[in-house]
C-alpha cells in the first residue's frame, strides 16, 4: 500500500441549511447535574473567547470599543503589513476571519484595523527598565498579539477544487511593535528567529485560544521568553472557516446529549441505550451531511499536517519549530513522518501513537488502565499521604486515621450509590439539580486530567458522602452546560464545533472493518470498556461508537496517512510522556520510541495529570535546550520527576496548607479543561 491514501471522489454539494431562530425553552437546564460532562454529543467545550484583549496596567481605556472615531494615525503605522502571508492585524474584540462568501476578504479585513493601539491586545510588560525608550514608547517591552489568517485548499488531492480552508490564528511576538517615529528596542517589531507553534490537541482543541491563555507561559518556559509562539484553529474548529457543527444552536446539543449520554452502569436496558445513541448518531451525521455536505472529507489528520507545512512556509522558516500536546502528538507524529525535511525543534507531549487510531475503536480503549491508576494511586494515595490539613478525604473517620484500603472502599460505596438514586441538589443559580453517578463520574475522569483541581474533588466527595450536596451541586452544574441563559444573549452566536472531534476521529479510522454483528460488537465493546475503567470507559466508548455511522455518509476521506513513523527526520524529535497521564501512557511513548529509533528522545515524566503540566524543573530543562540550542540528551529515555505532589503544590512543607476555595479551584480547572481534552471540557 503507498505510504499515502488518495481518494478521488465526486464532490458533494455544501452550503449551511437555513435555520430559523425559535424560542428557546430553559427547563431542561433545571435538570443541573443529570448532564455528564463527557456526554456522546455533549462535548462541553467552554470556548475562551478566541479574541479578547489583554487587559494590562497602563491601559485604562475600553477595550471593547471598536477605534471608530480615533483620529490619530497608528503610531506603528497601518496594519496588515505589504506581503505578510497571515495578513496580521494587532487583535482586538473583532479581529475574526473574514467570511468565505466574502469576495474582497482582505479589504474587509483591512477595514477591522483599530489604529488605537489602546485597544490592542499587548502582553505583561517583561522588560521593567524605566530609559528613554520605556518613557517615549509606554508599550516597550511588551509583547503583542497578532490575529490573521491563512488560506490553504480545503481538498489538497484536488487541485481543480477551488475551494479554500481560511485558517485562523494568532500569535505573540514577544518583540513587540516599533513606533513609525521615535526610539524603540532594536528588534522590536521583528518576528523572533524561530516561532514555536502550539497546538492544544483534541481532536476539536483551538490553537488560538490556547495561544491567548498560554503564550507568554509558553515563551518563557521553552525560550526563556526569546520566541514567538504562533497557534492556530485546525480545519473545521471554532473560529477556522468553514466551522464545522452539526447544530443550529449549542442549546439544541445540550438538549439531546440528555438522551442520548447516559452511562452503562445505570442503564436497566443498555442495549436499548445504545440503539437511542446509535439513532442520535446517524442523525447527528445526517444532519451533518446536509449541512455541510463532504466537508467532513477534507479534516483528517494528514490534511491538518499539510495545512502545519503550509503555515511553516508562510512564517518563512526552513523547518518547524513546535509544541504539539494530546491530539496534538498525533498531528506532530504525521507531519514529521509526511514532511522529515521540514523537521525542526519539535516536542510531542503527552504522546499518542497514531497507529492505534487506524483500528476500529483504537482511539477509546488505549489509556483505561491508566485512568485507573491515576484514581487509585494518584487522587487517592497522593490525598492519604498530603493528610487531612492538605486533603479533605483524609480527615479522620470516627476518631481513626484514613488508609488507603478504607478511601477507596468509602468511594466505591457512596459512586455506587449514585446508581440506584441519584442525589438531590439545589443552586441558587439554576434551581433544583441532581448529582447523578454519569455526571460525577465524568467530572472525576477530568478532574484526573489535571491534579491541581484535585482538592476540590476531593472537598466535594467529602461533603457529599456527609449527605451535603451544595457543593457538588454549584461544582457540577458550573460544567454542564454549552448554552447558559444567565448570560446574555451574544449576536450571531456560532456554535460550537464538536461534531468536528468525532469527523476526525471515525475518518483517520475509515477503513477498520465494520463489524459483521454489527451493534453486537459494540455493545460486547462498551461493555469491556466499562469492566477495565468505570472512570473512563463510558467517556472513552462514545467517543468511537459514532464511527459506526460515519462511512454511510463519507465512505473515503481524500487522504490518510498509514505508512510508518521510522522515517528519517532532518532533526531528532523529542517526546515526553507521563507515568499517570489518564490519555496518553507512559507506554504510548515508548512504543512510539521503538518505532523512530534516533529518530527520536523520550523523557518519562513521572507525574500527575495530562501532559507534562506537572512542573518538572528537569523536564522543563531538557524541553528549553532543545528549543532554543537543538541539543538533546545522548540516551534514548531520559527520567524525570515532578517537582511536587499533588495537594502540596505551592505547600511549605513545615506549616499547613492555606485552604483555598474548591469553587475556584474547579472554575480554573474548567477554564483549562477544553486545552487538554475538548471531549470533557
Not at 180 to 196: C, D, L, Q
Not at 328 to 356: K, W
Not at 466 to 479: F, K, R, V
Not at 599 to 625: E, F, P, Q, V, W
Request: include cysteine.
Amino acid at each position: 500500500m503507498d505510504k499515502m491514501e488518495k481518494v478521488e471522489a465526486t464532490a458533494l454539494p455544501t452550503g449551511a441549511a437555513a435555520s430559523q431562530a425559535r424560542k428557546r425553552r430553559s427547563w431542561h437546564l433545571k435538570a443541573a447535574c443529570v448532564a455528564t460532562l463527557v456526554f456522546l454529543i455533549g462535548l462541553h467545550h467552554i470556548h475562551p473567547k478566541p479574541h479578547l484583549p489583554h487587559h494590562h496596567d497602563h491601559d485604562h481605556d475600553d477595550h471593547h470599543h471598536h477605534g471608530h472615531g480615533y483620529k490619530k494615525a497608528s503610531p506603528y503605522g497601518k496594519f496588515p503589513k505589504p506581503n505578510d502571508p497571515f495578513h496580521f492585524l494587532p487583535c482586538t474584540n473583532v479581529t475574526l476571519p473574514p467570511a468565505l462568501d466574502d469576495h474582497h476578504p482582505l479589504k474587509s479585513w483591512s477595514k477591522l484595523f483599530d489604529p488605537n493601539p489602546h485597544h490592542w491586545s499587548w502582553g505583561n510588560k517583561t522588560d521593567q527598565d524605566t530609559d528613554a525608550v520605556s518613557k517615549h514608547d509606554p508599550s516597550a517591552g511588551r509583547g503583542i498579539y497578532l490575529c490573521g489568517w491563512l488560506d490553504v485548499p480545503l481538498d489538497y488531492t484536488n487541485a481543480s477544487d477551488p475551494r479554500i480552508t481560511r485558517l485562523a490564528v494568532t500569535k505573540y511576538q514577544v518583540s513587540g511593535l516599533a513606533p513609525v517615529h521615535g526610539r524603540s528596542k532594536p528588534a522590536a517589531g521583528h518576528k523572533s528567529e524561530r516561532t514555536i507553534v502550539v497546538e492544544p490537541g483534541g481532536p476539536g482543541g483551538s490553537g488560538t485560544s490556547l495561544v491567548w491563555r498560554s503564550a507568554e507561559i509558553f515563551t518563557e518556559r521553552l525560550s526563556g521568553g526569546a520566541f514567538d509562539v504562533l497557534g492556530w484553529d485546525p480545519r473545521g474548529v471554532n473560529t477556522t472557516l468553514p466551522a464545522l457543527s452539526c447544530f443550529p444552536f449549542d442549546a439544541d446539543r445540550d438538549h439531546w446529549s440528555m438522551i442520548a449520554g447516559q452511562y452503562r452502569e445505570v442503564l436497566a436496558s443498555p442495549r436499548a441505550q445504545l440503539e437511542v445513541a446509535d439513532a442520535m448518531n446517524q442523525a447527528i451525521f445526517g444532519a451533518c451531511y446536509k449541512t455541510h455536505g463532504d466537508l467532513p472529507r477534507f479534516v483528517s489528520t494528514a490534511f491538518v499536517a499539510r495545512d502545519l507545512e503550509e503555515i511553516r512556509k508562510a512564517l518563512g522558516e526552513d523547518e518547524l519549530t513546535a509544541h504539539m500536546i494530546s491530539y496534538g502528538t498525533g498531528i506532530g507524529q504525521t507531519y514529521a513522518n509526511m514532511f522529515p525535511s521540514s523537521v525542526g525543534r519539535m516536542i510531542l507531549d503527552g504522546t499518542e501513537y497514531v497507529r492505534d487510531h487506524r483500528l476500529l475503536g483504537g482511539f477509546g480503549w488505549t489509556a483505561l488502565d491508566n485512568a485507573t491508576d491515576a484514581w487509585h494511586d494518584g487522587f487517592l494515595g497522593e490525598c492519604i499521604n498530603a493528610g487531612p490539613e492538605n486533603c479533605d478525604l483524609a480527615k479522620p473517620v470516627d476518631g481513626k486515621a484514613v488508609t488507603l484500603e478504607s478511601l477507596e472502599s468509602r468511594m466505591e460505596t457512596l459512586i455506587a450509590s449514585l446508581i440506584t438514586r441519584p442525589v438531590v441538589g439545589y443552586t441558587s443559580f439554576s434551581g433544583p439539580s441532581l448529582i447523578t453517578y454519569s455526571g460525577l463520574v465524568g467530572a472525576i475522569y477530568g478532574s484526573l486530567y489535571n491534579a491541581f483541581s484535585w482538592p476540590a474533588l476531593a472537598s466535594l466527595l467529602y461533603e457529599l458522602e456527609a449527605g451535603n450536596a451544595t457543593l457538588a451541586s454549584a461544582m457540577l452544574e458550573h460544567s454542564a452546560w454549552e448554552y447558559d441563559p444567565a448570560l446574555p444573549a451574544i449576536p450571531n452566536k456560532r456554535p460550537s464545533t464538536d461534531e468536528l472531534t468525532f469527523l476526525v476521529i471515525c475518518s483517520d479510522g475509515y477503513d477498520a472493518a465494520l463489524p459483521e454483528d454489527g451493534l453486537d460488537w459494540w455493545e460486547s465493546l462498551w461493555t469491556n470498556m466499562t469492566a477495565k475503567s468505570w472512570v473512563s470507559g463510558n467517556s472513552r466508548f462514545f467517543s468511537v461508537f459514532p464511527c459506526q455511522r460515519f462511512t454511510e455518509y463519507w465512505p473515503t476521506p481524500a487522504e490518510v496517512y498509514r505508512g510508518d513513523l521510522n522515517v528519517t527526520l532532518k532533526n531528532p524529535v523529542l517526546l515526553i510522556a507521563e507515568t499517570y497521564d489518564p490519555a496518553t501512557p507512559l507506554r504510548n511513548g515508548r512504543r512510539l520510541l521503538d518505532e523512530m529509533g534516533s529518530n527520536a528522545r523520550l523523557i518519562a515524566h513521572h507525574g500527575y495529570g495530562h501532559s507534562s503540566r506537572d512542573k518538572s524543573d528537569c523536564t522543563d530543562a531538557i524541553a528549553k535546550n532543545f528549543i532554543l540550542h537543538g541539543e538533546l540528551p545522548d540516551e534514548q529515555e531520559t527520567t524525570c520527576y515532578a517537582n511536587e505532589k499533588p495537594y502540596l503544590y505551592g505547600v511549605d512543607k513545615g506549616k499547613a496548607g492555606e485552604k483555598k476555595d474548591p469553587l475556584e479551584i474547579w472554575s480554573q480547572h474548567i477554564k483549562e479543561l477544553p486545552y487538554l481534552n475538548p471531549l470533557l471540557a
